[in-house]
């Protein structure tokens, strides 16, 4: 099966606790993104990243970092989790780096919950 | 910035009523325009895309054709069915760096259908 994979699912953790989210493409993509989707359901981009460069939303706290250890693999790290990092995570792939046409395939999400 | 502006948050319709959710853009270039839809638990789901002006996208009975003059990519289905019950959201791609790209998403509707 080709997809974009992530786990875990879901995640609760207290503030101040580090976190990681794993994210494996199987469709043979170059380039590899994370979103977040907060409690409303808006969606915004965070990182943007394939083996030549990682563009950062400017927004992003830098508590957040991605790991990659190629490019079907882009795992997401919070550093010390703030309750407002409370989101879904989601994990996406194109097959290209710069192509505005090109389409973007998601993962199921990683809900995180910060208590 | 580049943005997207989904008028309607939330739409209620009975099976078989024709459904328009409005998507208008605001972009300093050409941008691709897509519709994704998400349902409960998963990632969104690519629809379909345009990327020129006049272009109709479609899929799943779903269409929008890609207004440059009006910049709109409204998103339209002749007959609803309980299954499009869902999430749906207009996005545009842009650059992201110098190279890089990244979908900016409008806010989503819900799309509920009563059987």
């Known amino acids: 099966e080709t997809a974009v994979f992530q786990t875990p699912n879901y995640h609760v953790t207290q503030v101040g606790n580090e976190v990681s989210f794993n994210c494996k493409q199987t469709?043979?993509?170059?380039?590899m993104y994370w979103y977040k989707q907060d409690s409303k359901k808006l969606l915004k981009i965070m990182f943007s990243y394939n083996n030549k460069q990682l563009i950062v939303n400017e927004t992003v706290p830098r508590r957040f970092s991605p790991q990659s250890s190629d490019k079907a693999h882009l795992n997401l790290r919070i550093k010390s989790v703030e309750p407002e990092d409370s989101a879904v995570y989601l994990c996406a792939s194109s097959p290209d780096w710069g192509g505005l046409q090109d389409t973007q395939y998601f993962g199921p999400g990683t809900r995180l919950l910060v208590l | 910035g580049d943005s997207v502006t989904q008028t309607e948050g939330q739409v209620a319709l009975s099976e078989e009523d024709f459904l328009t959710i409005h998507c208008n853009y605001s972009?300093?270039?050409?941008?691709?325009l897509f519709w994704y839809v998400q349902y409960p638990g998963e990632g969104p789901q690519f629809l379909f895309r345009?990327?020129?002006?006049?272009e109709k996208g479609s899929s799943r009975g779903f269409e929008a054709t890609y207004d440059k003059g009006t910049t709109s990519f409204h998103l339209r289905k002749a007959s609803v069915q309980e299954s499009d019950s869902a999430v749906y959201y207009c996005a545009l791609g842009d650059r992201c760096g110098s190279s890089g790209n990244k979908l900016i998403f409008g806010i989503g509707t819900l799309l509920s259908v009563k059987p």
């Open positions: 469709l043979g993509h170059d380039t």
């Open positions: 345009a990327s020129r002006d006049k």
């Open positions: 972009a300093s270039g050409y941008p691709a």
